[in-house]
């Protein structure tokens, strides 16, 4: 894997020796274990990154397992880059535990960072995040999932879908309607653990890289109050506080799949002759090439520069919208040049090129589709 932008001025030494046995331990670790069901492999990845210690990352607090006391952005997004290079699934893996958990490090009691930090951070404890609903999904202040208060403790009432890790996860950090006002500040979030009765998975939803997605139904389900996590009507801020940390990673992980797709275009250019002569030798496969590449670096470029600017505790709304719209769209370009140098290897099944191809589709879609960045983007502008 490349490794020059790592000498960029927006890393320091800890990230450079963190992205350098990151990548000597996938090289030597991350198996294909293709056979196995989708929910078998990704508990077995999640462990996995929990032995090493790499999901020591995903969680803040040195006292409750993390490697760091504040969530480090950039090591973040070093991980997912590396992971999503030598397997998307292991990406997923580590993604979601920082994402169902990164509320918790962000604004949990002593008590459920306690609980819940420690178990994510050795593997121990899968986590998801319940945010989205059937006729919710872009507009999140839709929501009409229902937290009533009742006594000591809430009584939940509707559904999310699109869940990641729904149906494996140990825990969902979920985002439910309390009614303190409408819209966007009549929201609360809370932990829920699997098994709470009164919660089930609805459906498991198959996606075209499988991954374990469900609906989630929860009906007449009673939480204990010590389970609300920050104030009543503070949800939304904390979801989208958790997404700011969180989409700047997804363009990481984009940042990965695109880089994969360079290399592998490039061995393929270098390997594969036609009319006499190295595809390598074609201005058009040259064009290409570079296009490529120069799409990769300007991802790059701006992730980095969004990690790097969450970590001096700046802004990084719009940096980070910017981030994830650049880097998933330019690597979808990417791969999809990737595949067109393969041609026809580059559809068959079990390809490098063929799996990222679709691997990366959901990343326009999920964690606010590129639409929704274009909205946050131009709000930003329009606002200063
Ligand atoms: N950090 C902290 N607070 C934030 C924030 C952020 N990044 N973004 C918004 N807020 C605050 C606003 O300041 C506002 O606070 P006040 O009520 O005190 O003024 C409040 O939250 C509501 O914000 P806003 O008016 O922007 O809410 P909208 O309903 O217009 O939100 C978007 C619109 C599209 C930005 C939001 O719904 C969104 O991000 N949607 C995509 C959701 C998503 O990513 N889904 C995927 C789920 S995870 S796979």
């Known amino acids: 894997m490349q490794r020059t932008h790592l000498d960029w001025p927006f890393f320091e030494p800890r990230h450079r020796e963190l992205a350098q046995r990151l990548g000597e331990w996938a090289s030597a670790h991350l198996r294909d274990h293709g056979h196995d069901e989708v929910d078998t492999r990704c508990r077995l990845l999640v462990r996995q990154l929990g032995d090493a210690g790499w999901l020591r990352h995903a969680v803040a607090g040195r006292d409750h397992g993390g490697a760091a006391d504040a969530i480090d952005t950039r090591a973040i997004c ?4 590396t992971l999503a290079w030598h397997h998307g699934l292991a990406d997923f893996a580590f993604a979601m535990q920082g994402l169902g958990s990164g509320a918790i490090s962000l604004h949990g009691t002593p008590a459920q960072r306690e609980r819940y930090l420690p178990r994510v951070a050795r593997g121990e404890a899968i986590a998801a995040f319940a945010l989205s609903e059937p006729d919710a999904g872009s507009d999140v202040a839709a929501m009409a999932c229902a937290a009533r208060d009742d006594g000591d403790a809430y009584v939940l009432d509707g559904e999310k879908t699109w869940i990641s890790n729904g149906g494996i996860a140990d825990f969902y950090l979920l985002f439910a309607r309390t009614g303190e006002a409408p819209g966007a500040r009549g929201i609360s979030a809370f932990i829920v653990d699997a098994g709470t009765p009164g919660f089930e998975i609805a459906e498991r939803i198959e996606v075209i890289a499988p991954h374990p997605l469900a609906r989630l139904r929860f009906a007449g389900c009673r939480v204990p109050k010590s389970q609300l996590l920050g104030a009543p009507g503070q949800g939304f801020k904390i979801a989208m506080q ?6 700047t990673s997804v363009a990481a992980a984009a940042l990965g799949f695109a880089r994969r797709a360079l290399h592998e ?9 036609m009319f006499g002569q190295r595809l390598a030798d074609f201005q058009l496969a040259q064009a290409k090439l570079a296009q490529m590449a120069t799409t990769v670096d300007s991802a790059a470029l701006l992730t980095y520069r969004a990690a790097w600017q969450r970590d001096q505790g700046l802004n990084v709304t719009c940096e980070a919208a910017m981030a994830k719209m650049a880097a998933t769209e330019g690597a979808q370009q990417v791969i999809d040049a990737a595949v067109q140098l393969f041609g026809g290897e ?3 099944s079990g390809q490098v090129v063929e799996s990222l191809y679709r691997e990366i589709r959901a990343l326009r879609i999920y964690e606010g589709a590129t639409e929704v960045q274009q909205l946050i983007i131009a709000r930003e502008l329009l606002k200063s």
């Open 242 to 247: 958790t997404l700011d940390i969180f989409r």
């Open 78 to 81: 070093l991980l997912r880059e």
């Open 265 to 273: 275009g490039l061995q393929r250019a270098r390997s594969r002759t």
């Open 346 to 348: 580059g559809v068959r």
